[in-house]
């Protein structure tokens, strides 16, 4: 709106601005909030977009909106070489486990409006326990603590899982779970933003555990070793009949933003904590504000590829179980909530036995507590990795040695991302990206949500190509 005398007089009407460009595409308008998760199914070339709404790759056209047969409410979606869609349920409002359905299977209704309306019917896991509805879902081991839901799933073409679970129990040290289900709102407080423990979900959490106690059931925990977290984040992996492979195949805690696993069982997540070169945090001392002369340093997370079939953990220098002896090597990451250099000390210093290599930037990202502003990367079927970095408004692609092989994107507002006003037409190359979080890719295609308010598709092209047959035809 702009001011004329007395009356506002409208310039531009960003909604219908949008309407008019999805056209038939329109699904209502952007949530910017931390469920705005894009996933491709790479067998039928497709993207979901929030866990419902279904678009085709090639033409951008919508397809309809999905939910699974059987009810439940879920965090993440993962797709294998078959087509099967895999589903990471929410412990909170639903319940622990993993479902498996068959899109391929679908039962299409449509509404008043002739939207479509797709729902999957369930194929069970061969090694699946029945529970709320489902027949052959995943025991996984999740709990809510500082907050509900769980921070990703990754599925590999032969239908291996690598699932993320946040663990809150300490059984007899129960203050170090509640500790860090509460550490965002302990670090707001301390600033002086607001005085707030955020200690509603982790009660719900104990009131829960002692519930089950009294049935007589099991109430995991991590097992304690020298160095490692006793909660936080953890990955595990399953077979595709959905036996367990390998239980905290990764021990990072605090806060993962995603997970993924290839063919080799080599594991790729992000980890709340900076990289750190020569003793010092990526981006040490390149922010600042307008004006001034302080210099600041921004808080990045590390994307950490596992070695193949490896345990891997992060060792904490403060551990509560400490360790006899730290590695010789220098430190690899840090372990703070304030970048600050009163706390970027020795005390903060982290190394992560098991990895095959880091990469520094992954961003944005939340350093403590309920990790709703979050970001998952992607991984495609040639194992290149696609990681959101807001700190220069770019996606980082990566080799799976770990190599950059470039990067992608540069600033731009709603009008500069491609199909806006300004922005890059169909084949071009001058990519604009205000802010991505979430990133999923197929041989063909890299997709991503900018916070510019657009859901992108990337044609990747290849400087050569070629088609062979198999057995010499």
């Not at 595990?236 to 990072?252: Q, S």
């Not at 000390?345 to 939340?366: F, H, M, Q, R, T």
């Not at 084949?427 to 063909?444: K, V």
């Amino acid at each position: 709106y702009e001011e004329r005398g007395n009356k506002l007089h409208l310039m531009s009407d960003f909604d219908a601005e949008a309407r008019k460009e999805a056209g038939n595409s329109w699904f209502g308008g952007w949530a910017g909030d931390c469920f705005d998760k894009v996933v491709c199914d790479p067998v039928r070339e497709q993207v979901y977009y929030r866990n419902s709404h279904v678009f085709d790759l090639k033409t951008g056209e919508s397809l309809g909106s999905f939910s699974p047969k059987t009810q439940c409410v879920f965090d993440d979606m993962a797709f294998d070489k078959r087509g099967y869609m895999h589903l990471h349920f929410n412990p909170c409002f639903f319940g622990q486990g993993v479902g498996r359905v068959d899109p391929s299977r679908a039962q299409v209704e449509t509404d008043k409006s002739g939207n479509k309306m797709l729902q999957y019917p369930e194929c069970p896991y061969d090694y699946g326990v029945e529970a709320r509805g489902w027949l052959g879902s995943l025991p996984v081991k999740d709990q809510p603590g500082a907050k509900g839901f769980q921070d990703g799933l990754g599925v590999t073409m032969r239908g291996e899982i690598v699932s993320e679970s946040n663990i809150y129990y300490v059984p007899k040290m129960e203050e170090e779970g509640l500790a860090l289900a509460i550490e965002g709102g302990t670090a707001r407080k301390q600033s002086g933003a607001y005085d707030d423990s955020r200690r509603n979900s982790y009660d719900f959490l104990m009131n829960e555990i002692m519930e089950k106690q009294k049935r007589g059931e099991e109430i995991y925990s991590i097992k304690r070793k020298p160095g490692i977290p006793l909660s936080g984040g953890t990955a595990w992996t399953y077979d595709a009949n959905g036996e367990l492979r390998r239980e905290c195949a990764v021990i990072a805690g605090d806060l993962v933003n995603g997970v993924q696993m290839d063919e080799d069982h080599g594991i790729y997540f992000i980890n709340a904590r900076p990289r750190l070169f020569n003793e010092k945090s990526f981006l040490y001392g390149k922010a600042g504000k307008f004006g001034t002369n302080n210099r600041t340093h921004p808080f990045t997370g590390t994307l950490i590829k596992t070695a193949p079939d490896k345990e891997c953990s992060v060792v904490l220098t403060g551990a509560s179980v400490p360790v006899d002896e730290l590695p010789k090597r220098p430190p690899e990451v840090a372990a703070l909530n304030y970048m600050s250099d009163a706390y970027m000390n020795k005390g903060s210093w982290c190394w992560v036995e098991g990895a095959d290599w880091l990469y520094a930037g992954a961003s944005p990202i939340v350093d403590v507590g309920c990790s709703c502003p979050r970001q998952h990367l992607g991984l495609d079927w040639y194992k290149r990795v696609y990681v959101p970095e807001a700190y220069r408004h770019s996606i980082g692609i990566l080799d799976t040695s770990g190599n950059l092989i470039m990067h992608v994107g540069s600033y731009g507002n709603f009008d500069d991302a491609p199909g806006g006003k300004n922005g890059a037409k169909p084949g071009a190359e001058d990519i604009r990206i205000m802010l991505t979080r979430f990133i999923s890719a197929t041989d063909n295609y890299l997709v991503y949500g900018d916070w510019a308010e657009k859901l992108v598709v990337l044609k990747l092209a290849y400087q050569a190509e070629e088609t062979v047959g198999i057995g010499g035809k």
